[in-house]
Structures are given as structure tokens and as C-alpha cells.
């Protein structure tokens, strides 16, 4: 694949410009896949996430990918279970700057922050 097909460009930055078609090059069945139940958008999340920050981006490169990430989610694929829809209607209701807190959220949830108690 060249250099132009990558979001992380030669510098080691993010080009969040190629977001959408990086997105939108994940085959139909593979996102159906990730997206098919909660558990494997997180999985699917918590890989992309070790992988970027294997190649050096810190946390606030990570959650604007997961912003950009999030907000086609929202434009351009439906829910297929009840986490799904609350993440959607969440994204839609929310303002540009609770929309950047939730993307550093899911990335916090992907990381298996959940599994800090209380």
C-alpha cells in the first residue's frame, strides 16, 4: 500500500483528512463483523489502539481518531445492538467538545476501563 493510503503519515502524525477512506476501505463483511455485537467493537477498538500507540501517537491523537471514527459511525452505519444506538444518540446530542470527551471515553473503554472499580 503507498504512503498515500496511510492516516499516519511519514512524520509519525495523524492525517485525519484520510479518516473517512480508511473507514470506508474496511470490507463489508469484516464490518459487519466488528460491529455485529458490543464486545467486538471494543475488541476491534482495543487493536487499532495498541497499534497507535505501538507507532507513537499519544492520547489526544487517539480520541480525535476515535472522534472522527465515532462521528461516521453516527452518519453512516445504523446500530446493531442497544450500545450501539445509546453511543449514536449520544454523539448526536452532544455539542463538538462532549462529542471529543466521549470519543477519550470510548478510547478509555477500549482500553478495558472498565475493569477499575469504583
Known sequence: MSEH??????E???DMSKMDDAISRIDDGERDRILSN???FKSYLHKRIQLAQSI???EEQIAK?????AGYLAANEEPRNSEEKLLQ??????????QHKLAH?????AQGGTDHKA
Do not use: R
Not at 481518531?65 to 471514527?69: D, I, P
Not at 471515553?105 to 473503554?109: D, G, M, N, S, T
Open 5 to 10: 493510503n496511510h492516516v499516519v503519515n511519514k
Open 12 to 14: 509519525g502524525e495523524l
Open 38 to 40: 458490543f464486545d467486538s
Open 56 to 58: 507513537g501517537l499519544d
Open 65 to 69: 481518531a476515535a472522534e472522527k471514527v
Open 89 to 98: 444518540e449520544l454523539w448526536k446530542v452532544g455539542s463538538q467538545e462532549e
Open 105 to 109: 471515553l470510548l478510547v478509555k473503554l
